[in-house]
């Protein structure tokens, strides 16, 4: 069990900046996150691409500003859980909460801030008869043990970066692999589809396109074939031990809507002046949550997350008041940050 001062749901901007308010004023954080890399939508949905708005920086990509907050936070070293998500916040008594994630990493906290943005990144599922019969045996949205499929029959189905990675990183490995994509052009590093390519002509890994798995057949879990129709209407049946499926990942609110929170069409209703939620001790920021005139801006996260800090530490200490200090001048925030004052 973990024991810290805040419990933060979500590593996009906005959680990672309320990582550096927190510090700032003495507090520990602890951040979960169900996707494997910092950086919320900046990261997941356009890691390339120029933001311009934030304040002081005229231009940066998503990938950019992740790593700049990351290096803000240095600092105060929160405990970072990438790959888990948070299922399970409940009240433990008055002044603390329990938390627990689907890796079962369990935290005691005084506080928790939900800054899970449009909601936890899950993998696209496949529609296909049967599918669900081979979920968690032979039907995969994430590599865990790629030993596992040594020596196997693999379906990989997809045209992104996940797709062609694991087709790349298999190949040779595997005892045969059939990528299978939706369209004739893919979205994957350009790097990534010459090498598939020429594993293709090498006859190393068959590819069909423009198609798309319609059934699974089997019994047991143990799955024997996949049938992929193409976009004529032609179906084949590929035999196959294991199918991986990457079609992306897409936003889902998930267990937050089971916290007992005020949610107002997926958004978590909170005051502005704590942005604090419904149950006292559980604040939301960024995306997430909802005010009137919200507007889902990084800056407008940011401001947030200053004033939950605040907020967060009088909760903590009641008795105390707290000062606003600037990071300019402030011996106490200075050592905090690690670095030398001016005196
Ligand atoms: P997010 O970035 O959504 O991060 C939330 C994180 O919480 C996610 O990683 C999610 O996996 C995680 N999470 C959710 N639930 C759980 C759970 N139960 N357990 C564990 N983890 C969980 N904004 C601007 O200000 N300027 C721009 O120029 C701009 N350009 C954009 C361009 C695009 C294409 C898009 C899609 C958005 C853009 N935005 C821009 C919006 C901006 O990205 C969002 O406002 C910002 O990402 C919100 O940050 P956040 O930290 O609130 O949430």
């Known amino acids: 069990m973990i024991s810290t001062d805040v419990v933060i749901v979500g590593a996009g901007p906005c959680g990672l900046f309320q990582v550096f308010e927190l510090g700032l ?23 390339d691409k120029p933001i311009y708005d934030i304040p002081a920086i005229p231009v940066c990509t998503g990938e950019e500003l992740t790593q700049a907050l990351l290096k803000q936070i240095e600092p105060f070293a929160p405990g ?9 916040v409940r009240k433990q008594d008055e002044d603390t909460f329990f938390v627990e994630t689907s890796a079962g990493t369990q935290f005691t906290a005084k506080a928790i801030v939900v800054a899970a943005g449009v909601g936890s990144f899950q993998p696209r599922q496949i529609r296909a008869t049967n599918s ?24 990989i189905l997809g045209g992104g970066d996940s797709a062609l990675d694991w087709v790349l990183e298999l190949a040779g490995k595997a005892e045969r692999i059939t990528l299978v994509h939706r ?7 350009p790097d990534s589809v010459t090498r598939m390519k020429k594993l293709v002509a090498d006859g190393v890994i068959d590819e069909i396109l423009n198609a798309k798995a319609t059934a699974f057949n089997g019994e047991d879990g143990i799955l024997r074939s996949v049938v992929i129709e193409s ?46 939620t419904n149950v006292p001790g559980i604040y939301a920021v960024g995306d997430i949550n909802f005010y009137p005139g919200k507007k889902k801006l990084i800056l ?15 909760r903590i200490e009641p008795d105390k008041k707290v000062h606003v200090q600037y990071t300019t001048t402030s011996p106490i925030m200075h050592e905090r940050l690690g670095v030398e004052g001016t005196g």
């Open 231 to 276: 976009k004529d209407g032609e179906s084949v049946e590929v035999e196959a031990d294991h199918a991986l499926v990457f079609f992306g990942l897409a936003p889902k609110l998930g267990p937050i809507a089971e916290w007992g929170l005020d949610i107002n069409r997926k958004t978590i209703n909170v005051d502005t002046e704590k942005f604090e």
């Open 183 to 189: 369209r004739d052009e893919y979205r994957a590093m």
């Open 25 to 47: 004023l003495g507090l520990k954080a602890e951040v979960v996150d169900s996707i494997r890399l910092p950086g919320g939508q900046c990261t997941e949905l356009y890691p």
């Open 132 to 155: 669900e019969d081979f979920e968690g045996s032979a039907l995969h949205y994430r590599v865990r043990d790629p030993s596992q499929f040594h020596g196997k029959r693999l379906v």
């Open 300 to 314: 407008c996260g940011f401001h947030e997350a200053a004033l939950a800090a605040f907020a967060i530490k009088q």
């Open 80 to 88: 970072m859980h990438l790959g888990e998500e948070v299922q399970v």
